[in-house]
């Protein structure tokens, strides 16, 4: 029988609190973000239509050479940047911010102010 580790169950919790909340619109999509051990993830989802609008990631082809050799967490503050300009470019410039039960502290921060840096505002 395999056991759940605490440290997911309580991040699973916290994402479920949060998601009760936080809804994506078209005008207004929602910004997801998960973070792996090595690479962190970025989308825009619009949750009426169910689809996903714009996405980034340190794994992304463009991305990949500028996140090179840099720390994860200016790594995470690319990928922002490059989500904005994508979300941008669809013509969104407000977005709903969804941690996704992570905590609001480093890699998860410096995602969120390098979007806010690239032209979103939540």
């Known amino acids: 029988m395999t056991k759940t580790n605490p440290r997911q169950a309580a991040r699973w919790m916290?994402?479920?609190r949060v998601r009760r909340?936080?809804?994506?619109t078209a005008e207004r999509p929602r910004l997801c973000v998960y973070r792996s051990v090595s690479h962190i993830y970025a989308q825009l989802?619009?949750?009426d239509q169910g689809v996903t609008l714009a996405a980034a990631?340190?794994?992304s082809p463009?991305?990949?050479a500028t996140v090179k050799g840099l720390k994860k967490v200016e790594a995470a503050k690319a990928v922002g940047r490059a989500v904005a300009e994508a979300?941008?470019?669809r013509g969104c410039r407000k977005v709903v911010f969804d941690r996704n039960g992570f905590l609001y502290h480093g890699r998860i921060k410096a995602l969120s102010e390098g979007a806010r840096e690239g032209g979103?505002?939540?």
């Open 14 to 16: 916290r994402q479920a």
């Open 62 to 64: 463009d991305l990949q």
């Open 45 to 47: 989802i619009d949750d």
């Open 120 to 122: 979103l505002d939540f």
């Open 21 to 24: 909340k936080v809804r994506g």
């Open 57 to 59: 990631s340190t794994l």
């Open 87 to 89: 979300a941008k470019s």
